[in-house]
């Protein structure tokens, strides 16, 4: 079966210190993945998205990047975190064989609280 | 881009009450999705549906693709449903399954 992992679930940084989000899928191959943010409050923004290795599309511009070196690891960066920086970070993925209209799956997800 | 909007932002009920989630959206699609957001964060899917009625236990979800309309009900609700409700829908250049997503129905229900 497939999984996603998502870590760390909580994290602590100061303003200007750089940021690491890692993310991994197990039990598929060539997934779509997709890095969201869900500030205090608000819905859910999708920030990136990868449809494969070294391919990343970004949706708003902001102050943080994505990669992809594997297939199953999509990694979200920051070399210097803002305050508005906070929030909840979700890693999802689907397939991304056979079409649109698949279902999404979600890591657990990273709360990031910038101080 | 397809707006989603969803009514109400905000549902307090009592234990055992019929609940019902809406949600509507803008440019047609082929099928909607329903997610619950847990209070710790996690996401969990519990819906994809394209036409008709999806019946999962005691969650119920309709779409109507003409009206553009989705509702979620939930029958003989419990304190173990508050969550947060989430519609989302196709995004309209959807190269990569890309969702947009509604603001979420914040629920709570009372013992």
């Known amino acids: 079966s497939q999984t996603i992992h998502q870590w760390p679930a909580t994290l602590v940084q100061p303003v200007g210190s750089p940021l690491s989000l890692e993310c991994t899928v197990e039990?598929?191959?060539?997934?779509?993945l997709y890095w969201y943010r869900q500030a205090a409050g608000r819905g859910l923004q999708l920030l990136f998205y990868s449809v494969g290795i070294g391919q990343i599309s970004s949706e708003v511009p902001q102050n943080l990047s994505a990669s992809r070196p594997q297939d199953r690891q999509f990694i979200l960066s920051s070399k210097k975190l803002l305050l508005s920086d906070s929030g909840f970070y979700l890693c999802?993925?689907?397939?991304?064989?056979?079409?649109?209209?698949?279902?999404?799956?979600f890591g657990d997800g990273t709360r990031l609280s910038i101080l | 881009k397809n707006e989603v909007e969803q009514s109400p932002q905000n549902l307090t009920a009592q234990e055992g009450e019929f609940i019902t989630i809406n949600c509507s959206y803008s440019v047609g699609i082929s099928a909607l999705h329903w997610l619950q957001q847990h209070p710790g964060g996690g996401i969990v899917s519990l819906f994809m549906?394209?036409?008709g009625k999806k019946k999962h236990g005691r969650l119920i979800a309709t779409i109507n693709i003409q009206e553009k309309h989705s509702s979620l009900h939930i029958t003989a609700s419990h304190p173990r449903d508050s969550a947060v409700y989430i519609c989302?829908?196709?995004?309209?250049?959807?190269?990569?399954?890309?969702?947009?997503f509604g603001g979420g129905t914040r629920l709570m229900v009372k013992p």
């Open positions: 989302a829908v196709p995004t309209f250049n959807n190269a990569g399954n890309m969702l947009t």
């Open positions: 549906l394209s036409s």
């Open positions: 039990g598929t191959s060539n997934p779509n």
């Open positions: 999802a993925w689907s397939p991304g064989a056979g079409g649109s209209n698949q279902p999404q799956h």
